[in-house]
């Protein structure tokens, strides 16, 4: 597709660009909205149970199971003896993830064997009646722990370089070190993980799995049954949530479900409960920062060093990619002329954390946010000042280069933020605010503005690529298949506009059907904030061939040139004749037109090379900004967000309804990453903080009770994504963290703003608390 065809089509008004509602909004209100726990129970459905290791580490010395399958209603009791194939669910080919634990275990609540039964309950009862008898091994839970043990790595680190920093820490006017603590986040999706397989004849079997990649189910499947991938069908419509916690963690569901119905010859689902979902599966990593920066006076820094160290868990999962991605954004919206970040992705006898919305980027930017934090309160200045000091120059300018050498060319966090600046009143709001706390003894405010960059695009560059289906009936119906999966973030309605917008028909004409294997091969996940750039584009290419097709046919039978065949709102005019498109496609079908295509769309530009640390992984960056106000009691640590006002990048949005509702929902789950979500576990490596009474997500009054937010509807992509638009999933998850310094700013008000609190994440009523008394102390 050339580019003036690509700009001709996007300029046509139609369905693209448009607030249209979610597809499935009423369905999701209403209760009507299938599930895979709402589908129709097969004939002779059994139920699974998991047998889960009650040690953090140890070996299994003996393992007594006849009690288990005693219990009435049992059918099968699976050990790793049962698994046909290979006993590993490992997303990153490292096997070192096994489906079942044989002789060992590396985490409290790891799977050691699973319970097929008549009933859930029954497989749920029995499985809690194995005898297990361990020799327990040494094992730490936490990052300290693993550095104290010289824990080794899950994956190899990465190191970023560019400059001089060892030789130039030393040359600026000013320099320190500090550490900061950055907490974990458990997913918290509505709908927990769950599986169903049905056997069918030779190898062939169907998978139901909530899962943000079918394909890499299919894969796990086919390893662990020792069947090609052309026997499984992996079938998605929608997830209850996922964020992030469904691109790897339902590989054992899946797994552990289509053995036993294979073995059984009958219907199987999984479906653990909140306690064993937030026990057995992945969260966010938690990380330790150690850095250290030169700056001058004027707050611009100079040279930058940080390590940042990861709890990963007992396997690798996706720790190398996060981690990697933490390094990548650990520069925030900021230039450093001379700049090393390592990454230390240490192995814990946890359960192995995984991808997580920002998928590492939040962690990274939360760092380079608190360099500047520190910086600001070491020259007693406004930390906006500091910021805008340093951000990324115009291209050409000499401060345009990333860490890992790519250039930024598409910048304009100065502009997003000097307009928001203006927009909210920041200057004004700030000198009340320090006006305020000079006169009030107990409760104190803050206020801070943080840019957001975020790079858009896999960093594994094979998974750009994305596919889709079309076809239109004879009556002008149109079916669209392709690989994203919807998980309540609109991306099918998105994709169904792109399509509705090439034929200009009304979204209703188009179906949107459930994800599956069976009709897009080798989909990668929908992660990275790239659904809609990838499958939309993928969609727009195989609706581009229809067209083309169809314009031909027109052209020839009504004897027109292709230029004189326009596809209007749900019609066509052929030369000076005006055709509805259902009674169009009738005609084009009895012509013999070919009224299906695949679509195909590999992301152009990107490249990256892992071991030089050089390369341009992101086709483009998504730019945003949030100024948040907040309020804390000084005697008890407790606060409320009173005010937030967010303006963000979103290209062209293709949907600015949607768009905007996933601002409001990232910002908020950001939020409840830095203030509340913290997760802990025992001196026995149990995780206690494993349902909702111990686990404390933000609630609808945890908002800020102003809540403004607004699409920068100036910018456009500079890039030739699907309509100009720009990824929305990830980037506005960051802009949370200007509630995070909003109180530290508060808590810094009590020893005049002399010191950088040195909030740690979560900044829990407790951690507010504490560091207020010790600035007191000051």
């Not at 029954?122 to 361990?134: C, F, G, H, I, M």
């Not at 299919?218 to 929608?238: D, K, M, W």
């Not at 240490?346 to 934090?373: C, D, W």
């Not at 720009?726 to 310094?741: D, H, N, Q």
Request: overall charge negative; proline content about 5%.
């Amino acid at each position: 597709m050339d580019k003036a065809t690509f700009e001709k089509s996007a300029a046509i008004k139609g369905p693209m660009h448009q607030s249209l509602r979610h597809d499935s909004a009423h369905k999701h209100v209403a209760g009507s909205a299938d599930y895979i726990d709402d589908i129709p129970e097969p004939a002779g459905l059994l139920h699974g149970g998991l047998g889960l290791a009650d040690r953090a580490h140890a070996e299994i010395v003996s393992l007594d199971l006849a009690q288990v399958k005693a219990y009435p209603g049992v059918v099968a009791v699976l050990t790793a003896d049962d698994i046909p194939g290979t006993n590993d669910v490992s997303s990153g080919g490292r096997h070192d993830e096994p489906l079942i634990a044989t002789t060992k275990v590396e985490f409290h609540g790891q799977i050691i064997f699973a319970v097929i039964a008549e009933t859930r309950d029954a497989a749920r009862k029995a499985a809690r009646l194995a005898k297990v008898e361990y020799r327990d091994l040494p094992f730490w839970t936490d990052i300290d722990g693993a550095l104290e043990n010289g824990a080794p790595l899950v994956t190899p680190g990465m190191v970023l370089k560019r400059g001089t920093p060892e030789s130039e820490l030393d040359k600026a006017e000013h320099r320190l070190q500090s550490t900061m603590r950055i907490g974990g986040q458990e997913h918290f999706y509505l709908e927990s993980q769950i599986a169903m397989a049905i056997p069918g004849e030779d190898d062939d079997v169907t998978v139901w799995s909530s899962t943000q990649h079918p394909s890499e189910i299919q894969h796990i499947v086919g390893h662990v049954l020792n069947i090609p991938s052309h026997a499984i069908t992996v079938n998605t419509r929608r997830m209850g949530g996922g964020f992030g916690g469904k691109e790897t963690q339902g590989n054992q569901f899946a797994a552990l479900a289509a053995v036993a119905a294979k073995k059984l010859n009958r219907a199987v689902k999984f479906r653990p409960d909140r306690d064993e979902d937030m026990a057995i599966t992945g969260k966010r990593h938690d990380f330790k920062m150690d850095f250290d920066v030169a700056f001058n006076s004027d707050g611009r820094i100079h040279a930058v060093e940080a390590n940042f160290a990861a709890r990963c868990g007992y396997s690798s999962d996706l720790s190398g990619p996060v981690t990697d991605r933490a390094l990548f954004h650990a520069d925030s919206s900021y230039f450093y002329p001379h700049v090393k970040l390592t990454s230390q992705p240490l192995k814990t006898h946890t359960v192995s954390n995984t991808a997580y919305r920002g998928f590492g980027g939040p962690q990274g930017m939360l760092g380079a946010e608190r360099v500047i934090e520190e910086i600001a309160y070491a020259l007693g200045k406004d930390p906006l000042e500091v910021r805008k000091a340093n951000f990324y120059g115009e291209t050409g300018s000499g401060r345009d280069v990333t860490p890992y050498h790519q250039t930024v060319e598409d910048n304009i966090i100065a502009r997003v933020v000097s307009e928001l600046e203006s927009s909210c009143d920041y200057q004004a709001r700030r000198k009340a605010i320090v006006d305020f706390n000079k006169a009030s003894p107990v409760i104190k405010k803050g206020i801070a503005l943080t840019p957001v960059k975020f790079g858009i695009s896999f960093t594994m560059t094979a998974f750009n690529q994305a596919g889709a289906l079309v076809h239109i009936y004879q009556d002008g119906s149109i079916h669209l298949n392709h690989g994203g999966t919807e998980m309540g973030q609109g991306l099918y309605t998105k994709v169904a506009q792109v399509v509705a917008d090439a034929f200009q028909v009304d979204i209703d004409v188009v179906k949107i059907t459930a994800t599956t294997t069976g009709k897009v091969p080798n989909t990668s996940a929908t992660a990275a904030s790239s659904g809609t750039d990838l499958n939309g584009m993928a969609a727009y290419d195989a609706a581009r061939q229809i067209k083309e097709r169809l314009v031909a046919f027109a052209a020839e039978k009504w004897g027109v040139d292709a230029s004189d065949v326009r596809f209007l709102p749900n019609r066509v005019m052929v030369g000076a004749q005006e055709i509805p498109f259902p009674d169009f496609i009738k005609q084009a079908y009895f012509a013999r037109v070919q009224l299906s295509a695949a679509g195909f769309y590999k992301t152009p530009k990107i490249h990256w090379n892992r071991e030089t640390g050089r390369g341009t992984p992101f086709y483009y960056y998504a730019y945003g900004a949030a100024c948040t106000e907040a309020s804390i009691d000084t005697l008890t640590g407790e606060y409320l967000m009173d005010r937030t006002d967010i303006l963000h990048d979103v290209g062209k949005s293709l949907n600015p309804a949607i768009d905007i509702g996933q601002i409001e929902g990232g910002f908020v789950q950001g939020m409840g990453w830095l203030t509340t979500e913290e997760l802990w576990w025992d001196g026995k490596g149990r995780l206690r903080t494993h349902a909702p009474s111990t686990y404390k997500i933000p609630l609808a009054s945890d908002r800020p009770k102003i809540f403004n937010v607004k699409l920068a509807d100036w910018a456009e992509n500079a890039e030739l994504t699907i309509g100009r638009s720009k990824a929305v999933g990830e980037p506005p998850f960051m802009l949370a963290i200007s509630a995070l310094e909003a109180l530290s700013m508060a808590v810094a008000s009590v020893a005049d703003y002399r010191h950088c609190p040195r909030l740690d994440a979560p900044a829990t009523p407790e951690r507010v608390l504490m560091a207020v008394e010790r600035l007191k102390r000051l």
